[in-house]
Structure formats: C-alpha cells, structure tokens
C-alpha cells in the first residue's frame, strides 16, 4: 500500500499517477480484460471522457466503465445519462450495456471518492490492479489542482482488497443507485431552467428614506387629523405615517424627468420570474442589463449626486424658515433653536452620505443587483422549491386535445402569463434536454427593443408626429385646390391658406418640445427640437442657453428625453 500526497507538482498529480498506473497494468497483463469503477461525489463529464479515452489507447481489452456519482451532483449539473453512456461507447467501442453511470440517492451527500481498474476474472485466483482511495472528486479540481490525499492499494498489497471493492461498488449501486430516472424529472428540469439565469435582488430602500426630512407632529396637531381625517398637505410636506410630517426636498424622482432610467420601469417584471433569491432572469437578457448599467450608471453617478448637492443647498436656505412656520401654525412639535439646527445639520450628514457613496449612488439609479451564484453551489432544497414553485405557478399544458373545456383552459392560461412566465409554461417538462438558450431568443429580441426604445423612444415619436403632420397638410392642401370654382375665390383661398398656415406655424411652435439629451461623447445638450430631416438622419435644436439653432445627426445620441427642462 502507498499513501501520496496528490497534486502537489504535476508528477504527483492524480491524474498522473492514475495514467501511470494504468500504463503499468497494460504492461503487466496485455491480454486481460478490466473493467474500470469510478465512486464520486463532484463529477465533471469531460473529465471521465478523458480518462476513458485513455483507457482505450492504453488497455488492449476493456471491457466494462462503471461510475457512481452523487444525485444532488447530477441534477445540479443536469447530466443527461444517455448522452454520456453513448459518448462513452463511441469512445471505447463497447456496447451500451457495459456503460453506466448511476446517480446515488443519500439521506444527505453520497461522499465517497474512489478509482480502480480491476480484471474482469479472476487471475491467479484473485482479482488483479490497482484502487486508489482519495479525497480528489473526479473533477479537473480533484484530478490536477487541490491538494487531496490518496492510498493506492494493489493485489499484491491486499489479494482480497479489490475483491471487497467490487463488493462495495455493487452493494451502493443496487441499494442506493437510482434506475428509475423519470422520478427526478421536474427537478433536472428546474435545475437545467435555473441554469439558463441569473438572479437579481433587490435592495431595501433605507437609502431613500435618508433624503426625505421629517419632523414629528404636535399633539394639536395629531388629535385634529384623527377627527377630521384630514389628508392636507402643508405645501411640500405631507404626513405618510402616524405622526410624522415628511418632505422629499431632493425628489429623486424628477431627475427621471429629465433623464431616462438605464432600466425602464416593468422591465424586470415583463423579463423576469420571481424566486427565493430575487427576480431570475435568462442570462442573454441579463447581458442587455449589465450593458445599459455599464452605459449608463458612472456617467448618471457624477450628474445625480451634482443634482442632489444643488437641491440640498437649495433646501437648506428655506429650512430653518419652514421649520418656523410649521411651529407658529402649530403642525410640528415645538422645537428649541439648537434643535433645529441639530435636525438640519442631523439631515445635511444623511444626503452627503448617499451623495459620497457611489453604491448607494447606484441604487438610486437603479435598486436591483445581480446575484453571483452558481447552479453547482445552490443548495438542493432550494432546487426542489424552485422546480414546486414553478410547476404551481407555470403548470404543465393542459392535453388540449381531449375537449374545448381543456381548449378554453388552456388559452385563458397562456393569455394570463406574459413574458418569459410564458415561455416557462410552454416547455415539456419531460424533455430538460430540449431547454437550452434559443427558448428566450424572441424575448431577447424584444427586450433589446425596449432599452432602445427607453433611450430613444421620445425623438422617434417627435419624428412620428412631424411625418403625420405633413401628411395631414398635404391632404388639406389637395382639397384645398379640387374644390376651386374661380380666381376670386382661388385668390380668397390663397389668403385663407396663408391664415391657416400662420396658425399652423403657431400651432407648431406650441408643440416644440424641450429635451435633454446624452451624446456618446458623454455630453448633455438642453434644447428645444425643431424639425427632423430624413436625408441627414438628424435634427435641428434650438439650444437651452443661448437659443442658437444647431444640428444633431442621430448616430451621435445616446440618449433623448422630452420633459420639460428642470432650471
């Protein structure tokens, strides 16, 4: 027996004592046949392709690949037996029924790890080779980079040693292994489907409640609201819980006015499923919202927190005037002069935290975050309530086909599911082997769709609007000239038109619309739209400031908002 250190240098790495191992065998016992055992708990499917590949070229006669591997490793990993069995056979050249790979069902974790290559008879009235009893999985981790320790124990070490292997190997199989595959189908379904996503949480908004100042009600004052469930609102200050008047002064919300959000509101409700960890989204679509957040986010952190500090100096020239006219009217508990001016400085601490925090910063923009975590880490319960939750919430189609009843079902449950709920509910929860990336192609496409149309969905209702306007002129123009009787009244007509067409320009001008907008060379331009030209692929503006017209070719905006432009 040799106990090894294994994977300390590539000569001691597992991987290589097993090759070596296997080589000596093949020069021991050209002509016998082995069948080589495998007992895992993590298991990695390339990783025994590897090895059986060199057990071919190796052994003259192989004559049987036996792997047991843990069930929460196999649904985890969604391992498609059949898959691997026939890899396997093409690569050895045996038939099916000397492949398996069997899942092991523990009351916990089906721990073992162990490797042998064993005569298929007996030679010398024992059986001969090798059996390595280790820590490493049979995982490229557990082969060649962490330390694991291992004892190799040979016929010759042991002559009833690898006899008592086989025992054992076949003893777990047939008491732990699971033959009927099917039973596990909704969780290698759930665990195949979770594999597709990411999940994103999000965070509470503790951070919002530090912008918004508060100041606590008169008795006076708390005993006339409960008799006269009064909801007056005392100009910006309004009482949204017992006791306590509140103002937003920052109102992070009108910095969306002017701005649009990376990620448009709903978006996650429309491309997400709700989840135990937070909103699971498929990944392709979490690559478009990673992209709009690296985009957006640094640029909207410098130009949020200026905003923020302008309407906090703001606030604090009229504060100490509200609190006092608050006090003389009676609203507020009467406060003494150092209170007041603790209770602004206590407020000013709590803006310029957020302000100097760009994680919080960033939630401002945007509260949801996206969640690191690996199907291979996640925990089986969790699986298990996934897969439970979605067969609720997403059951299995209907059979349709038996009667209209199971027809009217049906549509009325597809009609009710939106987005990538949809999707979910019409997969076949029999194939996982079907569930791949192509399933949310459409809902990429479309979500591509709506970040775009969240950045420049405004100009292209502008361009919409100017398009429908010159149609609807040149209508009036053609009726204008069909229904002329004489130069009199043609001339009449002529003047009419030239009203109607100082109407129109005033008309126009009413409608010009105010923007803001981000180029790509991250600069804000403020103006007034003026009139789209399709040729040029851009527009004329009138700028903010100086009220000179310029020109702006589309390719060169980021972003373009229609709001009215905060001052």
């Known amino acids: 027996m040799s106990l090894f250190f294994f994977n300390q240098s590539k000569n001691t790495s597992l991987s290589m004592t097993l090759k070596e191992l296997i080589e000596k065998i093949s020069k021991d016992y050209p ?73 092991i069902k523990a009351s916990t974790l089906f721990h073992a790890k162990s490797y042998a290559l064993i005569s298929e008879e007996k030679i010398n009235d024992i059986h001969q080779g090798f059996a ?69 949480h999000q965070w509470d908004q503790s951070h919002q409640t530090d912008l918004m100042f508060r100041l606590t009600l008169s008795e006076t004052e708390i005993q006339r609201r409960k008799k006269m469930a009064d909801r007056t609102e005392y100009n910006n200050w309004s009482v949204k819980q ?84 608050l006090q003389e009217l009676n609203i507020i508990k009467s406060l003494k002069e150092n209170e007041v001016q603790e209770k602004i400085r206590e407020w000013e601490k709590k803006v310029k935290r957020v302000t100097e925090n760009s994680n919080l910063l960033r ?37 349709y086909l038996d009667n209209n009843e199971n027809l009217d079902k049906r549509n009325k449950q597809s009609k009710a599911r939106k987005g990538v709920g949809n999707i979910i509910s019409e997969l076949n929860w029999e194939e996982s082997e079907t569930i791949n990336d192509e399933l949310f192609q459409e809902k990429i496409d479309l979500a591509q769709k709506k970040l775009n149309k969240n950045k420049l969905g405004d100009l292209e209702t502008l361009i919409k609007q100017q398009k429908s306007e010159k149609n609807t002129s040149k209508k009036t123009k053609t009726n204008q000239i069909v229904f002329l009787e004489n130069p009199e009244s043609e001339s009449e007509s002529e003047k009419n038109a030239e009203k109607d067409a100082e109407k129109d320009a005033e008309k126009d001008a009413e409608k010009s619309q105010n923007f803001v907008a981000i180029l790509n060379s991250n600069t804000i331009v403020k103006g007034t739209f003026v009139k789209w030209e399709q040729e040029e692929k851009g527009f004329y503006y009138i700028e903010q400031e100086g009220g000179v017209e310029y020109f702006l070719k589309k390719d060169e905006l980021r972003t373009f908002k229609c709001k009215k432009i905060s001052k």
């Open 132 to 200: 390595i009893i280790t820590s490493g999985n049979f995982t490229q981790s557990g082969f060649s980079r962490n330390l694991e320790i291992g004892q190799i124990t040979t016929a010759k070490d042991s002559p009833y040693f690898l006899e008592e292997f086989i025992k054992i190997f076949r003893e777990a199989k047939t008491n732990h292994g699971i033959t009927n595959l099917s039973e596990d189908k909704e969780l290698l379904f759930a665990s195949k489907l979770l594999s597709l996503g990411v999940f994103y």
């Open 242 to 325: 017992s006791g306590i008047l509140s103002d937003d002064p920052i109102n992070i919300k009108s910095f969306f006015e002017d701005y649009p959000k990376p990620i448009p509101d709903g978006f996650l409700g429309f491309f997400s499923i709700e989840t135990l960890l937070g909103k699971w989204v498929p990944l392709n679509i979490s690559n478009l919202i990673e992209k709009e957040l690296e985009i957006f986010v640094n640029f909207y952190c410098k130009i949020l927190k200026n905003f923020i500090e302008e309407k906090l100096q703001n606030h604090l020239r009229i504060i100490e005037h509200e609190i006092r006219r």
């Open 363 to 399: 939630l401002l923009i945007w509260d949801y975050e996206k969640v690191n975590i690996s199907i291979s880490n996640l925990d089986m319960t969790f699986i298990t309530v996934f897969a439970d939750k979605i067969q609720s919430f997403y059951p299995k189609q209907l059979d």
């Open 31 to 103: 002509d016998d046949k082995w069948i080589f055992y495998a007992m895992t708990c993590y298991f990695k499917p390339d990783i025994a392709k590897n090895v059986t590949t060199f057990l071919r070229q190796t052994l003259k006669n192989l004559s049987g690949v036996h792997i047991l591997i843990d069930r929460e490793e196999w649904i985890r990993n969604f391992i498609d037996i059949d898959m691997f069995v026939k890899d396997i056979c093409e690569r050895t050249g045996l038939p099916k029924d000397k492949i398996s790979l069997t899942p």
